[in-house]
C-alpha cells in the first residue's frame, strides 16, 4: 500500500498562486509516476500534470500548460505543484495520484484538496 498525504491548497485571487505537496509513504519503492488530477462540480475529473520519477519527464493538461509546474524529490517521495496565474476554473479539488509497478496506473489517490479561485 502506498499512503499520499496532501497539504496546500486554499483560497486565491485571480492571477495569485499556490503551491501543492503530495507526501508518499509504505511502499514507495514501486511508485514510478505521481501527479495531480482535479475535478470541480459538476465536471469529469481532469488529468492536471504528472512526473516520472526515472527520466523526470512531466506532462501537462493543455489548460495549465505554462502556468503549472510540477516538480518532485524521488528521495522523500513527494511532488509538488506550483500554480501561478490562476484562474477561476482551476477551481477544483485536486488530487494528488500515483502509479506503482505494482499495482498500476494511477492506483492510488489522496483524500484531495480543495483549491478555490476567485475573480
Known amino acids: 500500500q502506498v499512503q499520499l498525504v496532501e497539504s496546500g491548497g486554499g483560497s486565491v485571487q485571480a492571477g495569485g498562486s499556490l503551491r501543492l505537496s503530495c507526501a508518499a509513504s509504505?511502499?514507495?519503492?514501486?511508485?514510478?509516476?505521481m501527479g495531480w488530477f482535479r475535478q470541480a462540480p459538476g465536471k469529469e475529473r481532469e488529468s492536471v500534470a504528472f512526473?516520472?520519477?526515472?527520466?523526470?519527464?512531466?506532462d501537462y493538461a493543455d489548460s495549465v500548460t505554462g502556468r503549472f509546474t510540477i516538480s518532485g524529490d524521488n528521495a522523500k517521495n513527494t511532488v509538488y505543484l506550483q500554480m501561478n496565474s490562476l484562474k477561476p476554473e482551476d477551481t477544483a479539488v485536486y488530487y494528488c495520484?500515483?502509479?506503482?509497478?505494482?499495482?498500476?496506473?494511477?492506483?492510488?489517490w489522496g483524500q484531495g484538496t480543495q483549491v478555490t479561485v476567485s475573480s
Open positions: 495520484v500515483t502509479s506503482t509497478h505494482e499495482k498500476g496506473p494511477n492506483a492510488y
Open positions: 509504505g511502499r514507495t519503492f514501486s511508485i514510478y509516476r
Open positions: 512526473i516520472t520519477w526515472s527520466t523526470g519527464s512531466t
